[in-house]
């Protein structure tokens, strides 16, 4: 009889919303495909949704939030669904709409004075990077390893890029928002009629509100003005290899500390070595027990064949020539007889071929990781942060590497260094369609989580099927935080139909156990 009425309910908003956007872009529940949902979950019914709705207007995501709120039907946004290793467009709670905007992809505006533009959430990295480029316009986006996915939707789950604006979050600069009432919100100088500062001041007048719908469930983005960075008179780039496991301890140190100095400015993204040979390799081809994780000898012949080191990762210096040639010279003094090989810089310099290494074209190879397994390979993230202290780091890498050993599973892993933190993006890779092998990746996240919680680290972004367990880490004062989100929820939201249970905050009629 519930289900009769769940049903019902559902039948009757997707007919009014119908209405509203055409039966072309409304998917029911039967025509789904695994990548409409969770192309890496192995249970095709644990997250399905009951339909999708395809706006392409923000009247029209308007109307649908307010014909939801009045059937009482969740909505599950996604800009373009592309959250791979998080749980792609799926929505925590089974039978909820998912509200797919990728329909809503105009670049609305580039300036390039003010070095920023205005995008809905449908526009991906790779359409705004090949129209930056085709228009010859000297900007360019940072674009993180999934150049498929949205703009707007990478930054609001505070994704990262490689270049110095790869804090994608930081460089948000007002939003257009639908409240889960359907009321429309324009964000700091775009709440006033004619602001025409909204793009380029981060703030307004009293609170500001844009962080406040950052991996939350308290509004829909229908647009954003993105900062980008100008096209830099010259860069240089190179790849270091460190040899050693050990290497990571003074690697940290040096690299925050030039993070702090800002002779470094991007996110430096230190991978061991398996989160490059994955992506040229098979397991299989190394290592054929699946009851261990692979062993010493056979990293080392990895990193032979493909000239790594254990720990690799990419610097990139932008400006001046002048200074940046100075700036390398530090660099090579200060990792000279660390790495695996002498420093070699590539150099660009505005008037060589077009476009610079900034504006390179986005590139698919980085998603190829999950080939590791096979062809039906998978994965997914725990993702902690650090102090951005090196024994503290190497520390956690040696017991988060015991747990990959503990579960049969490889160790595959970067560290993202920032000024004064890092994060530790831990990739589980498995077979999805082998149950032991999925058994094992997510007890292992489980684990990974609790054991970062134990030592007073919590998850930077989290699965589905983790969003809760990382939630509950976050637990000063009774939950404080949480009784806070419950708060703000239950007065924005009091409907309670949008995205329940998204990191841990649910609508009153779904909490369990009640706010504390």
């Not at 986006?141 to 994704?159: M, Q, V």
């Amino acid at each position: 009889m519930a289900y009769d009425f769940v049903t019902q309910k559902l039948e009757c908003a997707l007919k009014a919303m119908t209405s509203v956007i055409g039966a072309d872009w409304i998917q029911s529940r039967d025509a789904l495909t695994r990548p409409l949902l969770d192309a890496y979950e192995p249970d095709a019914l644990k997250h399905r949704a009951g339909a999708v709705v395809q706006p392409c207007c923000t009247e029209e995501v308007r109307a649908i939030v307010r014909i939801a709120a009045e059937h009482s039907v969740q909505l599950w946004p996604v800009s373009r669904g592309c959250n791979l290793g998080y749980g792609g467009s799926a929505p925590l709670l089974a039978g909820s709409v998912i509200l797919d905007l990728r329909r809503m992809n105009r670049i609305l505006e580039v300036d390039t004075a003010g070095a920023f533009c205005v995008v809905e959430p449908g526009v991906g990295f790779a359409q705004l990077s090949e129209y930056l480029q085709r228009e010859h316009i000297p900007l360019c986006p940072s674009i993180p390893g999934n150049p498929t996915g949205s703009l707007i939707g990478n930054a609001l789950e505070r994704g990262i890029g490689y270049h110095p604006y790869g804090e994608h979050a930081n460089y948000l600069c007002g939003l257009e928002v639908v409240l889960p009432t359907g009321n429309l919100l324009r964000t700091g100088m775009g709440a006033l009629k004619n602001g025409s500062c909204w793009h380029r001041y981060p703030a307004g007048l009293g609170a500001a509100w844009d962080q406040m719908f950052v991996q939350s469930n308290l509004g829909i983005v229908t647009r954003a003005g993105v900062w980008l960075m100008p096209e830099p008179e010259a860069c240089l780039r190179t790849q270091v290899a460190l040899p050693n496991f050990s290497d990571l301890e003074w690697a940290i140190e040096s690299l925050a500390e030039l993070r702090l100095q800002r002779l470094v400015e991007h996110p430096i993204i230190v991978g061991n070595f398996l989160h490059d040979a994955a992506v040229h390799s098979h397991r299989n081809e190394w290592h054929s027990d699946d009851d261990t994780s692979i062993p010493d000898a056979v990293v080392t012949r990895i990193m032979d064949q493909y000239g790594l080191g254990w720990w690799n990762f990419p610097l990139m210096l932008c400006g001046y020539p002048e200074v940046i040639r100075a700036q390398a010279k530090i660099l090579e003094r200060r990792f000279a007889g660390k790495v695996h090989y002498p420093l070699q810089f590539e150099g660009w310099v505005r008037g060589d071929a077009y476009p610079s290494p900034l504006a390179t074209a986005p590139s698919l190879t980085g998603l190829k990781v999950v080939d590791w397994e096979g062809a039906d390979g998978a994965h997914l993230f725990s993702a902690p942060v650090l102090p951005a202290v090196g024994r503290l780091a190497s520390y956690h890498a040696r017991r988060s590497q015991r747990f990959f050993e503990l579960h049969s599973t490889d160790y595959c892993c970067t560290f993202v260094v920032g000024p004064r933190h890092v994060r530790n993006i831990n990739t589980i890779l498995f077979r999805l369609n082998d149950p032991v092998s999925v058994a094992r990746a997510h007890a292992l996240c489980g684990a990974l989580i609790e054991d970062a919680h134990a030592h007073g680290y919590g998850e930077y972004r989290a699965h589905l099927d983790f969003m809760q367990k990382a939630a509950d880490s976050y637990d000063f004062w009774n939950h404080a935080q949480r009784a806070l989100n419950n708060l703000v929820k239950d007065a924005i939201d009091p409907a309670g139909i949008l995205a329940p249970g998204k990191n841990g905050v649910w609508p009153k009629r779904l909490r369990e156990p009640p706010s504390c």
